[in-house]
């Protein structure tokens, strides 16, 4: 930009003269010594000065921040000059082999006559697109066409060129691999495996997990973004920590932004020099976060991504006033509480403004080709998390080949089931018990009759109660307060005693109750399998409910694979009791209906001692599948509500822990346990079943393992299925992966 | 992954005592390299990798477009190891390394036909850093090295273009000053 201040201005020859000898000046003045007038001492003075740019301090915190090593140092390039600024004939430009936007295949860029490389990039000049090269010069655009497809094809990969014409010569100062959208990253490698220029193996190799997340996360739409650089509205570039859009109104600290958020209708973006464990709500409060200082393993940075919310970090280029509560830009632009800022999460672009956004299409035909491909490369399967239909149905769009995890219990929580669940949980007698699982058999078997229709066929694997009793009941502070509050209004007359005295008496047996469940340690507690063993009837309606759906289904000529899951199995006397039970009710249901369905007993594996004695669990079990959520829990002792919340960023900031065991599987851990677990239960029961369905089962490098260990699927949330579906492809391939 | 890696190791270490005693006259360390040289640049590293890692990204591409015959201004790269060796010493060239870039920088002059400070026919190069891993706006440039007031009135003559000389003059010595010297670009846009 600084020597476009003059490139573009029409300083006439005289006052450039003048120009250099007031320069010249100002060197002697600065460093009283005279400008080196000798060409060889400039060479020499240029050298030394580039080489050693390497240990500037920019150059140092740009590496620091982008992990490159410090050792590899920089060559220094001497390159014959070429002119685009000389004369008529003369010209300079850049441009890509194709569209790096949509990826679509058609050059794309920009030049100018008359002028030199700044200029182009500067923006200082309105430039032109190089489609009007074709009229100004047609035999160079020729050239130029023919030079790019050249390199598009040797390189095997789009190019991003430079180059300059000097009174109507073509010289090339520049090629390089060029950067791309997600969009076109997916286009560009299937649309080159189809023309045959490089295999389906290498397209599925260039494409990221993290192209295939922004196709999951809005993105500012490429249009209203380059407005807004042409208008100056780009205020600084920071690092790109957390990927997708984030537009909102400013705030500079957290309570403003929770306060914002709460109160308008807008939403808010967080801009702070740093964030800290204070700032938290803040940021989750915020659609997304800007920081000026920090790196990628900042506070800001890590927080960002754990939460799944854009963040771009480090825009060195912004000064925050935060007692006068506004911001200033390098070029001197204020902007205020309150005001809007767009930021882009996966380029670390922050604009001023609203800009436009959209959401990708996940049902790009591009993307579902490459997936397709993807598919052709896996030995994993890729299941679903998925608890009603509708979850199961956008699952097998994205292409889940089974229900991994289906959580009965959030079929409890419905508004309309609620209260049927508590008067389960309350009841004094048998009747009182029968009647409300009466009532909750047929809201079950409905739920499972739809998965098992939408899967057609498909495993669907649906995990028996697994919460403590006393989350489907009120809280006990809540429900005390009501209590006393009661008890006063019957004291002082306040209101009608009858109903008052009746409402009490049911708060106080509802406290009762509560206070009958509570546990010191309801994660540890009556959970899981032990609450089956504790209250078998509700285990047998849920089973009564799978089973009976399922022969409904082979009634209705449906193919049906259902598998009933265990969860929290520590001891395999445990399991042994509980699938007797089970297998007893749905052999109760199939007589009563006449109808034979085949169903599969398994288990969970979340605790370590389930993981050590797979030999035995295996003799009760038909399949495992990993709970590893759990099992970090449990492996490690510490809890992740208390761990995310609280000391887990102090320990990835101090180095004690590399990444969030809860966001990638902790390898020589929990990783071991698995590992034991896999060879024992398949040295009980050859082949067993084993898949995953804690959050890692859509984790990239935890996919990976789950392939080295030889699991048979991994199963993920519906949204992250087509990562898992790329990332068991990657594994397969030994991690070749190809970042461009 | 480690048995992969210690393969590829073990391949390269093969490669390496062949290679030198191949060129065994020049045994010592080699620090430029003319665009035109890829070919002994890959059979002295191996691979395109270890090509980029040693002429930088930049350099790397540059010769690769030489190779194919493209349109490529002539030049050379004085490679990372140089530039290594050269913080190693203190930021001194080491014995022989200017030497051997005045060499390179004299094949250059001979196949361009032009000389760097000759008013009738100048040479004027660029001098740009090309680390192995793109580093946007962190390393540094310099343009329109070998212009002086005897080669400006030479190119004035030549070129007929007074306008683009003078300003090709005062972009240089902005940059030399902000770059090499270490004056603050905005002392010099003040006198704009």
Same mark, same amino acid.
């Not at chain 1, 936007?101 to 050059?107: A, I, R, Y």
């Given at each position: 930009? &600084? ?63 982008? $992990? ?15 002119? $685009?600024?000389?004369?008529?004939r ?26 030199q ?10 430039t032109?697109?190089i489609?009007?090269?074709? !009229? ?36 090339m ?15 560009i ?33 490429a ?8 208008? $100056? ?19 500079f ?18 801009? &702070? ?5 204070d700032?938290?709500?803040g940021?989750?409060?915020?659609a ?27 825009? *060195? ?5 935060? !007692? ?14 309150g ?23 996940v ?37 889940? *080949?089974?229900?991994g ?20 949980i ?8 029968? !009647? ?7 809201? *079950? ?11 057609? $066929? ?5 995990? %028996? ?6 989350e ?5 502070d ?39 469940? &509570? ?17 078998? @009837? ?13 022969? !409904? ?62 030999? &035995? ?39 004690i ?15 071991? %346990?698995?590992?034991i677990?896999? @060879? ?14 804690? @959050? ?24 992250r ?9 990657h ?5 070749k992966v190809?970042?461009? | ?20 005693t ?11 390299y ?47 190891e140089?530039?290594?060796?050269f ?54 440039t310099?343009l ?26 005062r ?22």
């Amino acid at each position: 930009m &600084r020597s476009g201040v003059a490139s573009d201005s029409d300083l006439p020859a005289g006052e450039l003269r003048g120009l250099v000898l007031s320069f010249k000046d100002e060197v002697f003045r600065v460093t009283k010594k005279p400008f080196p007038e000798a060409a060889i001492d400039q060479l020499r003075g240029a050298v030394m000065a580039v080489f050693s740019s390497w240990n500037g301090k920019r150059a140092i915190d740009y590496r620091n921040a982008s $992990g490159i090593p410090h050792d590899l140092g920089t060559a220094v390039n001497i390159v014959k000059m070429v002119y $685009g600024n000389l004369g008529d004939r003369s010209g300079t430009g850049v441009a890509t082999t194709r569209n790096v936007t949509d990826g679509e295949d058609e050059p794309e860029g920009d030049f100018l006559m008359r002028a030199q490389g700044e200029d182009v990039v500067s923006g200082t000049r309105r430039t032109r697109p190089i489609a009007e090269l074709r !009229e100004e010069m047609p035999r160079i655009h020729a050239q130029l066409v023919r030079h790019m497809k050249r390199l598009e094809k040797h390189c095997r990969d789009v190019q991003d060129v430079e180059f300059t014409i000097e009174n109507g010569e073509l010289w090339m100062l520049q090629t390089r691999d060029a950067k791309r959208t997600a969009r076109a990253a997916v286009r560009i490698a299937v649309d080159l495996a189809d023309a045959r220029r490089i295999t389906r193996q290498e397209a599925v190799a260039r494409v990221t997990p993290e192209h295939i997340e922004t196709f999951l996360h809005p993105q500012l739409e490429a249009k209203s973004k380059r407005a807004a650089i042409d208008k $100056g509205l780009l205020l600084a570039k920071g690092l790109n920590v957390s990927p997708g859009a984030a537009i909102g109104r400013i705030a500079f600290d957290a309570d403003t932004a929770e306060r914002m958020s709460k109160a308008g209708a807008d939403p808010v973006v967080l801009v &702070r020099a740093e964030t800290r464990p204070d700032d938290v709500h803040g940021m989750l409060a915020s659609a997304g976060t800007v920081t000026t200082r920090g790196g990628r393993t900042s506070h800001a940075a890590l927080v960002a991504r754990q939460f799944g919310k854009p963040a771009v970090v480090g825009c *060195q280029d912004l000064v925050i006033d935060a !007692e006068h509560k506004r911001m200033q830009t390098a070029s001197g632009r204020v902007l205020c509480e309150g005001d809007w800022l767009s930021l882009d999460g996966s380029t670390g672009e922050v604009f001023a403004g609203k800009l436009a956004t959209f959401v990708p299409d996940v049902q790009d035909p591009y993307l579902t080709k490459l997936l397709s491909w993807a598919d052709a490369i896996r030995r994993l399967e890729v299941w679903a998390n998925a608890d009603y239909g509708r979850d199961a149905q956008r699952a097998r769009e994205f292409g889940a *080949q089974g229900i991994g995890l289906c959580r009965t219990e959030h079929m409890f929580f419905e508004t309309d089931r609620l209260p049927v669940v508590q008067s389960l949980i309350l009841a004094k007698t048998e009747g009182e018990r029968r !009647e409300a699982l009466d009532k909750l058999l047929p809201m *079950q078997r409905a739920d499972f009759a739809k998965l098992f229709e939408v899967m057609n $066929g498909l495993p669907v694997t649906i995990r %028996l109660l697994d919460p403590p009793l006393h989350e489907f009941l009120p809280d006990r502070d809540t429900l005390a307060a009501e209590v006393t509050d009661l008890r006063a209004r019957l004291r002082l007359h306040d209101g009608d005693p009858k109903q008052v005295q009746a409402t009490l008496r049911d708060k106080e047996a509802m406290l009762q109750s509560v206070d009958a469940l &509570r546990e010191q340690n309801p994660m540890l507690g009556r959970r899981g399998v032990r609450l089956g063993i504790h209250m078998p @009837e509700l285990v047998r309606m849920q089973v009564r409910a799978i089973v009976e759906a399922a022969c !409904e289904a082979v009634r209705k000529k449906q193919r049906v694979s259902p598998k009933v899951m265990i969860p929290l199995t520590a001891i395999s006397t445990e399991l042994e009791m509980e699938r007797a039970v089970l297998e007893d009710e749905a052999r109760l249901v199939m007589e009563e209906l006449g109808i034979r369905v085949k169903v599969q007993f398994g288990t969970m594996i979340e605790v370590p001692r389930a993981a050590l004695v797979a030999d &035995r669990i295996a003799r009760h079990a038909e399949f495992f599948s990993f709970g590893t959520n759990d099992l970090t829990q449990t492996t490690f002792g510490i809890s992740r509500d208390d761990a995310e919340t609280g000391f887990l960023v102090e320990y990835l900031q101090k180095g004690i822990l590399k990444t969030n065991p809860f966001a990638t599987l902790d390898v020589s851990g929990v990783g071991s %346990l698995m590992r034991i677990c896999v @060879e024992r239960g398949r040295a009980t029961r050859e082949g067993l079943h084993i898949g995953i369905c804690g @959050e890692h089962g859509g984790d990239p490098k935890s996919i990976a393992f789950c392939h080295e260990i030889g699991l048979d699927y991994v199963s993920c949330s519906p949204f992250r299925v087509p990562v898992a579906r790329l990332a068991a492809a990657h594994a397969a391939m030994g991690g070749k992966v190809d970042q461009r | 992954m480690t048995s992969q890696a210690t393969r590829i190791l073990s391949r390269a270490s093969a490669k390496r005592p062949a290679s030198t005693t191949s060129a065994s006259p020049a045994k010592k360390q080699r620090w430029v390299y003319a665009f035109g040289d890829l070919p002994l640049v890959i059979r002295r590293v191996g691979s395109w990798d270890a090509v980029k890692g040693l002429l930088g990204g930049k350099g790397a591409n540059l010769a690769e477009m030489t190779r194919l015959s493209l349109p490529v201004p002539p030049g050379f790269v004085l490679t990372t190891e140089a530039c290594n060796a050269f913080l190693k010493n203190g930021s001194q060239f080491p014995d022989g390394m200017w030497e051997e870039a005045l060499r390179s920088l004299k094949h250059l002059e001979k196949k361009t036909g032009l000389r760097l400070g000759d008013p009738q026919r100048p040479l004027l190069v660029s001098c740009r850093s090309g680390a192995k891993f793109s580093m946007p706006g962190m390393m540094d440039t310099v343009l329109d090295i070998g212009l002086d007031d005897a080669v400006a009135d030479g190119l004035v003559r030549s070129t007929g273009d007074e306008r683009f000389v003078f300003d090709a003059y005062r972009r240089l010595v902005q940059m030399y000053g902000s770059v090499v010297l270490g004056i603050p670009s905005e002392r010099f846009e003040a006198l704009l």
